[in-house]
């Protein structure tokens, strides 16, 4: 099964920007995400990507402070969120998926069918 490699994440401060990658090797046609989960809480949309770049769903706690692109050569997804809040530590997930009803259903995690391990952020105060 293919895999897909994130990377970024850490220690970040409060008010500090976060950057995570996403690559998502033979996926072409695949929409592209990212959840997150904060420790005792549920997997929680954050942001996507079409397969083909030109449309980008985003969850409106980061509407405002988040640039999300995708490089179609490398089928690689770009996430920069800025005014990182210490809420949003969490563990961060890359997930792709293809088949999708209507914009809302980009948003629920039980439409995504490859999942990456995650990627740990911690919003210190």
């Known amino acids: 099964q293919v895999k897909l490699v994130e990377s970024g994440g850490g220690l970040v401060q409060a008010g500090g920007s976060l950057r995570l990658s996403c690559a998502a090797p033979g996926r072409t046609y695949y929409t592209m995400a990212w959840f997150r989960q904060a420790p005792g809480k549920g997997r929680e949309f954050v942001a996507c990507?079409?397969?083909?770049?030109?449309?980008?769903y985003f969850a409106d706690s980061v509407k405002g402070r988040i640039t999300f692109s995708r490089d179609m050569a490398n089928n690689t997804v770009y996430l920069q969120l800025n005014t990182l809040k210490p809420e949003e530590t969490a563990v961060y997930y890359c997930a792709v998926g293809r088949h999708f009803a209507s914009q809302r259903t980009h948003y629920s995690s039980g439409n995504y069918d490859t999942w990456g391990q995650g990627t740990r952020v911690t919003v210190s105060t």
């Open positions: 990507i079409t397969s083909s770049g030109s449309k980008s």
